[in-house]
């Protein structure tokens, strides 16, 4: 089975001008088959994220015009704009709203579901997009619509504005992309205000963006990041957030969200696998968003110098929001107008700076959580998550039933380049149950192709095996399909494990079910409002690759040495003396110095490739 929304690269859509002269086409072909005589343009099967789908298609209609001058034009986006003011700007609190700060303030708000009372938590967000497809709607007004007309929609505009930062509380959702929005759309609504009511709405954005969403970011892998439904990053919404930071530094020049989104692009390059796949968040462990996300992907991709665009998007949203049967919905439409209107291209080689929670080379990589233990391995074009062992997570050595990754004290980290080949060295103290301190040494070491990692560790008792992840997924064309096999070799015994109970907190990688759905089960609260990541923390067992110790370690140490990807025979030896542990496979030799480091404390890591 593939996975549902893991598709190909973003970067691979055509970007040019005359790619998006065809998208914008198409679309106005379906919005006038579509209009109805009351100018709707929403789709007929649109029930929820409803309250800004027509002004969407009508902001589409406007570039359109201003790109082609269609006849047919001025007259669809006439209707539909006078829909939209008449049909689809609510006045009237809507009954059961949790997050007032005044009750019948009169101002204007978009809604989630038109029935009153019906879901109306989702009406913060859809007035944040109302006013983003309006201000839309008014950057491509002259000449297209009347003064009355551009006036009345410039009112409901301010009138949003006032609705999300007045009549309620900001960001009630704690959603970073949702709240970056709102800013951006106060920025762009400015422009079209006389100058001392655009110079206080300008401001009042900056200032929500400074003290409601920047001194509110999250620590994750060393990043500070806008907070995303409660957690730090969001693999649909977290890229999403990235393109409305392009947005506002687009339409500002602001250098704070420069700087904000060139931490949050690091962040994401670090995490994501080369070929693009990536799960995890507190919202949607493998759903991606597509189109929504081109923007911030290509611009700071650009600007960080590194290729973003390997993310693998929903590319069923390629280009704008669609339904089941593939027909355009206005849901996100300004993203689609912002990225035509930016010039920004591709950027689509990876960048030579090493970064502290990746390793990658060629088609192998490694994304390391917060404790530099492995989160995402990719060799192969196969993708290996950690694996659970009596409720802990991770990769890593276990004895008697107890994980060795949970540092114990500063973790250290160097990095080799030599001869082809790319190495990290991860050096962390751990306490076991026994108490004792032991150092962990793990080496990762790629020549682009294959993956050696190498695990050391004081002499561990009874029987330990290295618990090195599970395959979930491969690549397969333009598509990401499931798996339990990869290709791994072992110095030492090589097991793949399943759990022997059953039920949603013992994850077999053999089942249909894939890892977010597990994750969802294990979440507190239902589908679409649980935190996943945090329901996959009680996780009890799962898939695993079990690794026994590798023949011929020095007596003092358990040794664990693994590769991941093609290769041929694989007998790597181990000598250990006052420099250090040496290891040499087919393929490098490397001295991992002594783990408490030198006189600066930091460990030693020299590679070099191995004699032929």
């Not at 709203?97 to 038109?114: C, E, H, K, M, T």
């Not at 339904?323 to 920004?344: C, E, N, R, S, Y």
Request: proline content about 7%; glycine content about 10%.
């Amino acid at each position: 089975m593939h996975l549902l929304h893991q598709r190909g690269p973003l970067h691979d859509l055509p970007d040019t001008p005359e790619a998006y002269d065809a998208v914008l086409a198409d679309v106005t072909e379906q919005a006038l088959a579509r209009l109805t005589p009351t100018g709707s343009l929403e789709h007929p099967d649109c029930l929820d994220d409803i309250g800004d789908t027509s002004l969407g298609i009508t902001s589409l209609l406007a570039l359109a015009w201003r790109r082609t001058k269609d006849p047919r034009l001025p007259e669809a986006v006439h209707r539909s704009l006078a829909f939209h003011l008449r049909e689809r700007v609510y006045r009237d609190d809507n009954p059961g709203y949790p997050n007032l700060r005044i009750r019948d303030s009169g101002f204007p708000y978009a809604r989630y579901v038109l029935e009153a009372g019906a879901h109306p938590i989702g009406d913060w967000p859809s007035t944040v997009w109302a006013l983003l497809q309006a201000v839309d709607v008014l950057d491509a007004a002259d000449g297209l619509v009347d003064d009355d007309r551009r006036a009345e929609l410039l009112e409901v505009a301010r009138g949003y504005w006032r609705w999300l930062t007045e009549a309620t509380f900001f960001n009630p959702q704690e959603a970073g992309n949702q709240a970056i929005g709102c800013v951006v759309g106060g920025l762009m609504l400015a422009r079209h205000l006389p100058p001392e009511e655009a110079q206080s709405v300008g401001s009042r954005a900056v200032g929500l963006y400074v003290d409601e969403i920047r001194a509110r970011r999250v620590r994750d892998r060393g990043a500070l990041l806008p907070p995303e439904h409660g957690g730090a990053y969001d693999n649909n919404y977290g890229p999403i957030s990235l393109s409305f930071l392009a947005q506002a530094h687009r339409v500002s020049g602001e250098e704070i969200f420069a700087e904000d989104g060139d931490a949050l692009a690091r962040y994401i390059d670090a995490r994501l696998t080369g070929g693009g796949f990536d799960n995890g968040g507190p919202r949607y462990s493998e759903q991606h968003s597509g189109f929504e996300s081109v923007l911030g992907l290509r611009y700071f991709g650009a600007r960080i110098g590194s290729d973003l665009g390997r993310y693998r998007g929903d590319t069923r949203w390629g280009r704008h929001a669609v339904k089941p049967d593939g027909g355009v919905d206005g849901h996100f439409a300004w993203m689609l107008v912002w990225q035509i209107q930016d010039a920004t291209r591709w950027h689509r080689t990876p960048s030579p700076a090493p970064a502290r929670h990746q390793l990658r080379a060629g088609t192998v990589s490694v994304a390391f959580d917060d404790r530099m233990t492995p989160s995402l391995v990719e060799a192969g074009g196969t993708y290996y998550l950690p694996a659970a062992v009596n409720r802990q997570h991770g990769f890593g050595p276990v004895t008697d039933g107890f994980l060795l990754c949970r540092p114990m004290g500063e973790v250290r980290v160097r990095d080799a380049r030599a001869d082809g080949l790319t190495a990290k060295l991860v050096t962390k103290p751990v306490v076991g149950r026994d108490h004792v301190l032991r150092h962990l040494r793990s080496l990762y070491v790629t020549d682009g192709t294959s993956l050696w990692v190498t695990v050391a560790v004081e002499r561990l008792p009874a029987t330990p095996y290295l618990l090195a992840g599970f395959p979930y997924a491969a690549d397969d064309g333009d598509r990401v399909r499931r798996t339990v096999v990869g290709s791994v070799t072992s110095a030492g015994e090589l097991r793949l494990t399943h759990p022997e109970a059953h039920g949603t907190d013992h994850f077999d990688a053999r089942s249909e079910t894939t890892q977010e759905q597990a994750a969802f089960a294990l979440a507190a609260d239902p589908r679409g409002y649980g935190n996943p990541d945090e329901g996959w923390r009680h996780l009890v067992a799962s898939t695993a690759l079990e690794a026994g110790p590798a023949p011929g370690a020095p007596q003092e140490l358990s040794v664990f040495a693994v590769r991941y990807g093609p290769g041929g025979p694989f007998a790597p030896a181990f000598d250990s003396g006052p420099a250090g542990l040496t290891v040499r496979t087919e393929a490098f030799a490397a001295l991992l110095g002594d783990p408490a480091g030198g006189a600066d404390g930091e460990p030693e890591l020299r590679l070099s490739k191995a004699a032929r």
